[in-house]
């Protein structure tokens, strides 16, 4: 599951993401339990206007945008600490939708992954008062 940084930006800019958009987004790795001992992985891309995920395919390659959520849509996001292995992150959505993602601190063949996580963390993208 490794590629480089800039294979995401022309994966964006290939899937009509704005050029000064694709330069200053943040992308991470992460998973979500599909079964009950099942896991997808995909790659949460953090923008000015919106989160995009994208899903990464067995062969870790990037497949499909299969979500799109503009900023007017996420009232805010939540990096929760856990032991040893990362975060748990929640998106709380405006319709009171709440989705969650499991992100590892550090991520073997990606190592632009964790300056990515850092740079999430101490951003305040969409987060609106309650």
Do not use: C
Not at 79 to 107: A, S
């Amino acid at each position: 599951m490794g590629f480089k940084f800039e294979a995401i930006k022309a994966y964006l800019i290939d899937h009509g993401l704005d050029a000064s958009l694709a330069e200053t987004m943040h992308a991470i790795y992460a998973t979500r339990r599909i079964g009950k001992s099942t896991f997808a992985n995909f790659l949460i891309v953090f923008t000015e206007t919106e989160v995009l995920i994208i899903s990464i395919t067995l062969l870790g390659k990037l497949g499909d945008i299969i979500a799109k959520f503009p900023e007017e849509t996420i009232k805010s996001y939540q990096f929760k600490k856990r032991l040893f292995i990362g975060y748990k992150l929640r998106l709380f959505l405006t319709d009171g939708k709440e989705i969650d993602f499991n992100v590892n601190k550090i991520l073997i063949g990606a190592g632009w992954h964790n300056t990515e996580l850092q740079s999430i963390l101490e951003t305040n993208y969409y987060n609106k008062n309650n």
